[in-house]
């Protein structure tokens, strides 16, 4: 099993930032890749990003390219989403995710965080 806490998230103007944290646990060695879903009301799940365990490549979402980043501390066993530019169309729950599987992008992941609230203002 793989436990992952969430941290970050909350309220923002448009064109503020928030970053995104998240710290994984127990059987790690399993994972591939470690990412972020978000649902908004009302709309499907949608892949943000994500990046693997072994050689940290990255994969993201053309609607948040050139404003997120996704990146790891291996040390920490933790990934972060750093969000900038944020628009109102970005608000949903954000959720961590990791995944056993090579299948990239996916909505359907192993393991969930607990999830947490982005609200974007106009």
């Known amino acids: 099993q793989v436990q992952l806490v969430e941290s970050g998230g909350g309220w923002v103007q448009a064109g503020g930032a928030l970053r995104l944290s998240c710290a994984a646990s127990g059987c790690t060695v399993s994972v591939y890749a470690m990412g972020w879903i978000r649902q908004a009301p009302g709309k499907e799940r949608e892949f943000v990003a994500a990046?693997?365990?072994?050689?940290?490549?990255?994969y993201i979402t053309d609607s948040v390219k050139g404003r997120f980043t996704i990146s790891r501390d291996n040390a920490k066993n933790t990934v972060y989403l750093q969000m900038n530019s944020l628009r109102p169309e970005d608000t949903a729950v954000y959720y961590c995710?990791?995944?056993?599987?090579?299948?990239?992008?996916?909505?359907?992941?192993?393991?969930w965080g607990q999830g947490t609230q982005v609200t974007v203002s106009s």
């Open positions: 990046i693997t365990w072994i050689g940290s490549a990255k």
């Open positions: 995710e990791a995944h056993q599987s090579s299948l990239i992008p996916t909505t359907n992941p192993q393991y």
